[in-house]
Nanobody
């Protein structure tokens, strides 16, 4: 069984910073991609940023230059440093992991989500 657990959300003023963390645990053979998605009320879930095991990153245009994704492969953990936050960043942020529990058995796993609210 695989567990994906996020932490670090909260309320922050515009221009402020937050750091999200996400740890994958359980019976894991290999993790290929870890990333963050977000969903605002009334909107579809969208990619924020993702990172491969080799360190290749991909960001949504709306967060480029403000957010930084990083990964600790030894700890099966991914981080999202969010700077210069804007009210439009307000959403539930979900951690996603593409991983294998056995050779060739690759699936998507999601965390429960953490709320980020940017407001004065």
């Amino acid at each position: 069984q695989v567990h994906i657990v996020e932490s670090g959300g909260g309320l922050v003023q515009p221009g402020g910073s937050l750091r999200l963390s996400c740890a994958a645990s359980g019976s894991i053979f290999s993790i290929y991609v870890m990333g963050w998605y977000r969903q605002a009320p009334g909107k579809q879930r969208e990619l924020v940023a993702k990172i491969t095991s080799g360190g290749r990153t991909n960001y949504a245009d709306s967060v480029k230059g403000r957010f930084t994704i990083s990964r600790d492969n030894a700890k099966n953990t991914v981080y999202l440093q969010m700077n210069s936050l804007k009210p439009e960043d307000t959403a539930v942020y979900y951690c996603n992991s593409v991983l294998a529990v056995h050779v060739g058995d690759i699936n998507d796993y999601w965390g429960q989500g953490t709320q980020v609210t940017v407001s004065s």
